[in-house]
T-cell receptor
Framework: EDQVTQSPEALRLQEGESSSLNCSYT??????LFWYRQDPGKGPEFLFT???AGEEKEKERLKATLTKKESFLHITAPKPEDSATYLC?????????????FGTGTQLKVEL | NAGVTQTPKFRVLKTGQSMTLLCAQD?????MYWYRQDPGMGLRLIHY???????AKGEVPDGYNVSRLKKQNFLLGLESAAPSQTSVYFC??????????FGQGTRLTVV
């Protein structure tokens, strides 16, 4: 059974203090790794998709990377508005690649 | 430009009551999903559909039923609500090999 584990569970940063969130996964065949952002009381909002090891995607202060066993979401010089829960999800080959399995998320708080 | 719309947004049920949650998407997506989100448990897949008229079980299907009679709608039913079904429910949809788009959620409390 595939598994998605995110760490840390919670992270508190000062504004401008860069850090990384981790998503490790064990699936039979990866068809995509997805990063989402979720604000309180709202649905997850899509950030990135990564398909193969070595791939990188960037958007403003966020950069997502992928290896064969894990993905990192790097946050450079974060601002308070980056505070949110960041979710990682994988789609695997098993079952036709139709299911999307999520980790439990990293709750990020960026303080002034 | 609605995307994925969930109805209702909030509901309180008594134990044993039934209800249906509606998910509607206007993006002509083939795949639709129902998740529940609980503290410390993350998003868990209840049921999903790969096209009109199809449904399949996810990770936590017990106590729920679904139907996909029209491509744009995916209904989640609770026949006899239990306190353990208190949760926030999210619907999502996607086309083949792309990311999923989520609705804003339905907060359900069963007392």
């Amino acid at each position: 059974e595939d598994q998605v584990t995110q760490s840390p569970e919670a992270l508190r940063l000062q504004e401008g203090e860069s850090s990384s969130l981790n998503c490790s996964y064990t699936v039979s065949g990866l068809r995509g790794l997805f990063w989402y952002r979720q604000d309180p009381g709202k649905g997850p909002e899509f950030l990135f998709t990564l398909y193969s090891a070595g791939e990188e995607k960037e958007k403003e202060r966020l950069k997502a990377t992928l290896t064969k066993k894990e993905s990192f979401l790097h946050i450079t010089a974060p601002k308070p508005e980056d505070s949110a829960t960041y979710l990682c999800a994988v789609r695997e080959v098993t079952g036709g690649g139709n299911k999307l399995t999520f980790g439990t998320g990293t709750q990020l708080k960026v303080e002034l | 430009n609605a995307g994925v719309t969930q109805t209702p947004k909030f509901r309180v049920l008594k134990t044993g009551q039934s209800m249906t949650l509606l998910c509607a998407q206007d993006m002509n997506h083939e795949y639709m999903y129902w998740y529940r989100q609980d503290p410390g448990m993350g998003l868990r897949l209840i049921h999903y559909s790969v096209g009109e008229g199809t449904t399949a079980k996810g990770e936590v299907p017990d106590g729920y039923n679904v139907s996909r009679l029209k491509k744009q709608n995916f209904l989640l039913g609770l026949e006899s609500a239990a306190p353990s079904q208190t949760s926030v429910y999210f619907c999502a949809s996607r086309i083949w090999n792309t990311e999923a788009f989520f609705g804003q959620g339905t907060r359900l409390t069963v007392v």
